[in-house]
DNA sequence: ACAATTCGGTTGTTTTTACAACAGAAAGGA
DNA sequence: TCCTTTCTGTTGTAAAAACAACCGAATTGT
């Protein structure tokens, strides 16, 4: 576990917490280390969590099927960033997502009563994390609100409008790289695929934007 | 103040504190109150917050309205509900949406910075509601997952079924009341008011629910 | 009680989406 | 390299939603 340290390190939950004291804590917080091949889950529907998890390698999907099998990707976790936060508290219920690798992924897991009970012992840096959590928490919460905003739109041209043009603000430029492909893009935008593309390349035409895989640039 | 005390008692953010310290917290917390008449915003979109706030009397909308003057409800919030918390941390930004009486309403604001960093003085519950906070908004991020999964339906009916048959869990009952008028309704859902109106009776005229005003009876 | 406003339902038209089926390109594996 | 699978774009059709316009009922304010 120790590999992972300095991407830890650069954690929004670890963020002013040095390499020593986050080697301190992981014995302190019980982390657990475990691997996902691509493909794998590494959470399902219906589990009880009490832990908050972090992923340090590979790329994860929030996302859930219904009944007919239409996919709703909730949200991407990449490297440094939590999840499984809102459902360990005690009376959180049972996950109502898969939480899917989508590449080799690597993941800690931090037992959440250790975080929120602030140990007598040596981590001063206790106090911290626990901020840090909630900064993390918060920043969580907005980014599902963002995503409301581009589910609130009534067609599929406004709503691709809407999440590309708030992904060009917050890469900080015209030309961006979605952590998507084709389908994935339509399932999380809850649109059907063949009408997205048709729509893409529609836009592409009217000189809206230009785009080669998963590169878009806005004009 | 006093008199919302009782009020305070009981949300999430004071669970596990008796009056007496929640009295002595008002002060160690700068809480500050303030009333608005139905209709008048309590923060607007572009705001810059640094506070956590409670509602103790009426009802809130959490909403936006783009450019076009569509409306989306995002959130309502009840008496003993915390919010504007994910906007509350050094780096949020902006508030994005707007916060808006839908009845005369009172609202307590407390600054975040003295939730999170625990005083060395008397409050000995202060460490309660930073687990407290933790707790609630873990449980305001399922909400937020959670209409994402209505509004990722495809139809306006399966949105309808959807949000409804939550509702009715929620309530522990198959006669629910809705905190929306059909307008409201349709804004947060995110679909068309008519089209909407349209679609519950014939949900209605096939038997699969009955519905007056805003009380909602699934069959 | 009366006038004005809000609210909910209805209908017809236009626009948009979902769905299905297919084909070429690209990627990945043996 | 060849074969297989995945990915993306394209087209046509059927279904659904948005939009607009309207009406009667209910509600609100005076």
Redesign the pocket.
């Known amino acids: 576990m120790k590999k992972y340290i300095p991407i830890l390190r650069r954690t929004k939950l670890f963020a002013g917490v040095g390499e020593g004291e986050i080697s301190a804590m992981l014995g302190c917080l019980q982390a657990k280390q475990d691997s996902y091949k691509k493909g794998e889950y590494v959470f399902r529907q219906g589990e009880y969590l009490n832990n908050i998890t972090v992923l340090v390698e590979g790329s994860l999907h929030i996302q859930r099927d219904d009944y007919?099998g239409?996919r709703s990707i909730i949200n991407v976790i990449g490297i440094g960033e939590m999840f499984g936060e809102a459902y360990a508290a005690p009376d959180s219920g049972a996950l109502l997502n898969d939480v899917v690798a989508v590449e080799d992924s690597t993941v800690i897991f931090f037992d959440v009563k250790r975080i929120l009970t602030v140990c007598s012992s040596a981590c001063k840096f206790h106090s911290i994390v626990v901020q840090n959590l909630f900064f993390a928490m918060s920043e969580k919460n907005r980014k599902l609100v963002q995503k409301l905003g581009h589910m609130s739109k009534?067609?599929?041209?406004?709503?691709l409008i809407s999440y590309l043009s708030e992904e060009a603000k917050r890469q900080n430029s015209g030309t961006i790289t979605i952590p998507?492909?084709?389908?994935?893009?339509?399932d999380f935008l809850?649109?059907?695929?063949?009408?997205?593309?048709?729509?893409?390349?529609?836009m592409?035409?009217e000189g809206l934007l230009m785009?080669?895989?998963?590169k878009f640039t806005l004009l």
Chains 1, 2 share one sequence.
Do not use: Y
């Open positions: 007919w239409n009534r067609s599929t041209r406004e709503k998507f492909n084709r389908q994935q893009l339509a809850s649109v059907d695929r063949s009408a997205m593309s048709n729509e893409l390349c529609k592409r035409d785009f080669e895989k998963n």
